[in-house]
C-alpha cells in the first residue's frame, strides 16, 4: 500500500497528528529528498507516542488530583484548547485556566524539590493524618488543621474547578465557607480513587439526625496534607458509597 494512504482519518485526540502526516508526505516528494522507509516512518510517528506516555505517567505521580491530571493531559499532551476542555469537564474556561495554573505549578516545583511520598494507604502513618484532619474538623479547630497542610498547600472545589493555593488561601476558605458560626460537622471515613475520603454531615440543633453536606477528600504528602477536594454537591456523598444522612449519640 503506498505510504500516503497509510492514514488517511486524523484521530481525535492528537490533533496535530494530520497536519504532521501531511507535512512529512510533501516534504517526502520535494526534490532532494530521500523516501523514507516504512520501518523508519513507524518509529517517527511512535516517538510521539512514547513521550506522551512518558508524560502521562509523569503526571500520575506528581499531579495530586484527577481533575489537575486530566485537564493537563488534555492540554499539553493531546493539544485540546481551553475552551474544548471546559466543555469536556463541564467547566469555565476560566476555571480551566485556574487548574492548569496549579498543576503546572505543581510539576515545576517537583522538579527542583523531590517531594515525600504519600504514607501507604490504611497505614498507620495514614491513619495519624486523618484522624487528626478529622478531629480537628469536627472541632473547628482551626490552627490544627493548618499545622497538618504543607506550605503549598492548595483546596480545590468540585464541580465548578475552582482553586485556591497556599496555606493561607486555603485557611481563609475553610474559616469563611465550612468552619464559621456556629455550624458544626461530623465525618465518615471512606476512600475514593485510593484517597482518604470524608463525607461531611451538619449537626442538627435538637436533633440527632445529621444530613451530608458533600464530602472533602485528602492528597498526602509525607506527614502532612498536601491538596484538600471539596466536593459540595450532596449527590456525590451517595456516588461514594456514603448514606445521605445518619444518627448520631
Known amino acids: 500500500m503506498p505510504l500516503a494512504l497509510r492514514r488517511r482519518t486524523p ?12 507535512s512529512d508526505r510533501q516534504h517526502r516528494h520535494a526534490p532532494g529528498h530521500h523516501n523514507t522507509t516504512i520501518g523508519d516512518r513507524d518509529e517517527q510517528q511512535s516517538a510521539p507516542r512514547r513521550r506522551t506516555n512518558l508524560y502521562g505517567v509523569r503526571c500520575r505521580s506528581a499531579v495530586p488530583t484527577p481533575v489537575q491530571r486530566a485537564a493537563l493531559l488534555l492540554c499539553d499532551a493531546s493539544g485540546f484548547s481551553t475552551a474544548e476542555i471546559a466543555e469536556i469537564l463541564g467547566s469555565t474556561e476560566e476555571s ?9 505549578e505543581t510539576l515545576s516545583t517537583l522538579r527542583s524539590v523531590p517531594a ?30 493548618e499545622a497538618l497542610l ?14 485556591y493555593r497556599g496555606c493561607s488561601a486555603v485557611s481563609r476558605f475553610l474559616s469563611s465557607d465550612l468552619l464559621h458560626g456556629h455550624r458544626k460537622y461530623r465525618l465518615a471515613a471512606g ?16 436533633s440527632a439526625l445529621c444530613h451530608a453536606d458533600g464530602a472533602i477528600a485528602l ?10 477536594t471539596r466536593f459540595t454537591n450532596t449527590g456525590d456523598v451517595a456516588r461514594f458509597g456514603f448514606p445521605p444522612a445518619i444518627v448520631v449519640p
Not at 484521530?11 to 501531511?22: E, M, N, P, V
Not at 515525600?116 to 490544627?144: D, H, M, Q, Y
Not at 483546596?155 to 482553586?163: D, K, N
Not at 476512600?191 to 435538637?206: G, M, Q
Open 11 to 22: 484521530i481525535r485526540w492528537r490533533r496535530g497528528a494530520s497536519a504532521t502526516f501531511r
Open 96 to 104: 480551566v485556566e485556574g487548574v492548569l495554573e496549579l498543576a503546572r
Open 219 to 228: 492528597t498526602l504528602q509525607g506527614s502532612q496534607i498536601r491538596t484538600l
Open 150 to 163: 504543607t506550605d503549598d498547600a492548595a483546596l480545590e472545589l468540585r464541580p465548578s474547578l475552582t482553586a
Open 116 to 145: 515525600e511520598s504519600a504514607p501507604p494507604p490504611n497505614s498507620s502513618a495514614e491513619r495519624v493524618i486523618t484522624s487528626a484532619f478529622a478531629e480537628a474538623f469536627e472541632s473547628g479547630n482551626l490552627g490544627r488543621i
Open 191 to 206: 476512600r475514593v480513587d485510593l484517597r482518604p475520603t470524608f463525607a461531611c454531615y451538619v449537626l442538627e440543633p435538637h
